[in-house]
């Protein structure tokens, strides 16, 4: 093979390893595809003459193009004044488990929970806190990337870390038991019944929901039983099409009305009660998602 069988070789196999890093950087999986892409011609052009760790080069080309996204990305937040709540594309999986090609992806999904905590992190300390915390990558590898100490590097990781453990809370590892209090919320908010639906609701519930530019109207952030019950009890007349699967490896629904999706819902639980309802209500961007078969 010439040094472009190798270099193809190579990207292929380190594809899902860099498609993963590129969307737990981005939280778009369609943002990570083309960053993926545009590394790819980047690496083409350069080839791999004095490379000593090619994998490791294709991570950092990777990672610049994904940093240079997030600077441009914070740039034109800071312009628009936009604080309102994003949440990221979500992965979606049946509801009675994945197959086995998908399996492996879920098990090593990040809660989408915490996708939305990574995306109110600064660029630099997401990248720090992303690769090392999560794949392990060392500080003086890191460093490079970002153009500073290892010192700082592990600053800046340890800020991020810091927020993510301020702001997440990891689910209940039960799957099926948080699909029955998932179940247990649709139930008493179809029913009317407050009780019951505060019940299984933990005292300091967040519901976030992103509707995007198609849908302004949807983008909230709503704080305790009471206002979230309210806001389940306005959308209790979608219940009927309700589909259980599983959100970024936890339990979730798809409401798809005739088949078209309107909202992708991930619910963490924790201790047997709902702590956090994250909502993607953007018709733009779930009409792009690839859903999985919906069941009843």
Known sequence: MDDGDDLTALFERARPRLRAVAYRMLGSLAEADDALQDAWLRADRAGLDGVEN???????VV???CLNRLRAR????????????HVPDPLLGPAAGPDPEQEAVLADSVGLALMVVLDTLPPAERLA???HDMFAVPFDEIA?????????TRQLASRGRRRVAASVTEPDPDVRAQREVVEAFFAASRDGDLDALVAVLHPDVVLRSDGGRSRPQMSMTLHGPAAVSRQAFTAARLSPFVHPVLVNGVAGVVVAPHGRAQFVMAFTVRTGRILAIDVLADTDR??????????V
């Open 54 to 60: 090619p994998a490791g080069w294709l991570t950092t």
């Open 74 to 85: 914070a740039n034109r937040r800071e312009d628009e004044l936009d604080d309102v709540v």
């Open 129 to 131: 806190f992303v690769l």
């Open 286 to 295: 779930l009409a792009e998602l690839d859903l999985p078969p919906l069941g």
């Open 63 to 65: 990672v610049r193009t």
């Open 144 to 152: 490079p990337m970002l153009q500073r100490s290892p010192t700082a």
